[in-house]
């Protein structure tokens, strides 16, 4: 199983995009964004709770980006605004095999088993 992530690319400073996790084969488990600047430890994004479907941030992106979900395909969005320097990175969506607590994964990325390739968001001003 693996995850396919889309819609990174270049975005002016400022700038939105938006970023797309494929539908898993895994349902019903939650999804997870990370992000990895070069040469620095990856770092839990946001991150979406099965079930009631609570989301939480971290708190550099809280208040300019949100992670929804499209439930009739189960396709992951998260959408970027007001984007900064310090957002650039790879991003990637992870989730596990069984319903995972968020407020745990989103420090713990080796906690979840099912990742995506990444896509590049780069920022420019």
């Known amino acids: 199983v693996q995850l396919v992530e889309s819609g990174g690319g270049a975005v002016n400073l400022g700038g939105s995009l938006r970023l797309s996790c494929a539908p898993p084969?895994?349902?019903?488990?939650?999804m997870a964004w990370f992000r990895q600047a070069s040469g620095k430890a990856s770092e839990g994004v946001a991150c979406?709770?099965?079930?009631?479907?609570?989301?939480f941030y971290t708190e550099s992106v809280k208040g300019r980006f949100t992670m929804s979900r499209n439930d009739a395909d189960n396709t992951y969005y998260l959408q970027m605004e007001n984007v900064k320097d310090e957002d650039a990175g790879v991003y990637y969506c992870?989730?596990?095999?069984?319903?995972?607590?968020?407020?745990?994964?989103?420090?713990?990325?080796?906690?979840?088993?099912?990742w995506g390739k990444g896509t590049q968001v780069t920022v420019s001003s």
């Open positions: 084969e895994l349902h019903h488990t939650g």
């Open positions: 979406m709770d099965y079930g009631a479907g609570e989301i």
């Open positions: 992870a989730t596990d095999r069984a319903p995972f607590p968020c407020q745990i994964a989103i420090n713990s990325p080796m906690s979840l088993d099912v």
